[in-house]
Every structure is written in structure tokens, then in C-alpha cells.
């Protein structure tokens, strides 16, 4: 069985910063990729910045540059460095592990940027 657990989320005033992070048990975790969706109010889940197993990244254009997503293959967690927020920031950010032809989601952690 996998999990995956979020932390970190918060309220911060716009320009702040915040830091996410997402523990994953499994053995699998090391050979997965890992990613941090976020879905706003009244709005489509969007995939934020993904992470593969050899340590590539991408990410959405809307926080190119002011978001980091890292991983501690050795202790089974990624991170989400979030810098410069804004309120259109504001949302439910949810992890996910892929294993193949499967994902594992979390059960989502709430940023508010307030203005």
C-alpha cells in the first residue's frame, strides 16, 4: 500500500513565501516520478511542477520561476518551494506519486495568499 501525506499549507500574504512537502511510503518511491497539482475553487485541477525519478523537473508557466519542486529520495518526501505568491496562488495543492500505470494522491493541503 502507498501513501502519500501533504503539509505546509497555509495563510501567507501575497509576495510571501511557503514550503510544501509530501512524505510517500513505499519502496516504490525512488523509481517514481512526483508532482504537486493544485485546484482552485470553481476551477479544472491543474498539474503545478512534476519532478521524475533522475531529479527533471517542469513546470507550469504560471510559477515558472517562482516555485522549486525538489525530492530526499532518502527519505521518501518532495518539496514544493513556493516564493513571490500571489492570491491567484490560492488553492488546494494536492501531491501524487507515479507508479506506472498507477498514481497515488494525497489528500490535498490549503495555501491561501491573501492581498
Known amino acids: 500500500q502507498v501513501y502519500v501525506v501533504e503539509s505546509g499549507g497555509g495563510l501567507v500574504q501575497a509576495g510571501g513565501s511557503l514550503r510544501l512537502s509530501c512524505a510517500a511510503s513505499?519502496?516504490?518511491?525512488?523509481?517514481?516520478?512526483m508532482g504537486w497539482y493544485r485546484q482552485a475553487p470553481g476551477k479544472q485541477r491543474e498539474l503545478v511542477a512534476r519532478?521524475?525519478?533522475?531529479?527533471?523537473?517542469n513546470y507550469a508557466d504560471s510559477v515558472k520561476g517562482r516555485f522549486t519542486i525538489s525530492r530526499d529520495n532518502a527519505n521518501n518526501a518532495v518539496y514544493l518551494q513556493m516564493n513571490s505568491l500571489k492570491p491567484e496562488d490560492t488553492a488546494v495543492y494536492y501531491c501524487?506519486?507515479?507508479?506506472?500505470?498507477?498514481?497515488?494522491w494525497g489528500q490535498g493541503t490549503q495555501v491561501t495568499v491573501s492581498s
Open positions: 501524487i506519486l507515479w507508479a506506472g500505470r498507477s498514481d497515488y
Open positions: 519532478i521524475t525519478s533522475g531529479g527533471n523537473t
Open positions: 513505499g519502496s516504490i518511491f525512488s523509481l517514481s516520478a
